[in-house]
Nanobody, 125 residues
């Protein structure tokens, strides 16, 4: 199971850190991806961290502002978001696949077996 948390209301230019806590299997054995969905829009891949090799990959919209990290001791993956913009407003989801996904397929939501419940991020202008 995955539990996403850390969302909230923040002003433009601010920062938030989202957490995705995994229960059961060690999170380092998963590829964990972060997605978001804004009202009226399709779900969008933000980035992810690839299983045991721990390498990260990001969508172009996230590069330079968002950072994904993992704490194996806490069995948690984080999404650090800086310089937030109103267009970052969305429900953010973490998802996990029990294997190392290749970079090209990390952005495909169908590749993930488990999903967190989502956490709402609202960025005010």
């Amino acid at each position: 199971q995955l539990q996403a948390s850390g969302g909230g209301l923040v002003q433009a230019g601010g920062s938030l850190r989202l957490s995705c806590a995994a229960s059961g299997r060690a999170v380092r054995s998963y590829t964990v991806g972060w997605f978001r969905q804004a009202p009226g829009k399709e779900r969008e891949f933000i980035g992810g961290i690839r299983g045991s090799i721990g390498m990260t990959s990001y969508a172009d919209s996230a590069k330079g502002r968002f950072t994904i990290s993992r704490d194996n001791a806490k069995n948690t993956v984080y999404l650090q978001m800086n310089s937030l913009k109103p267009e970052d407003t969305a429900v953010y989801y973490c998802a996990a696949a029990p294997r190392v996904l290749i970079v090209q397929t990390m952005r495909w939501s169908d590749e993930y077996d488990y999903w967190g419940q989502g956490t709402l991020v609202t960025v005010s202008s």
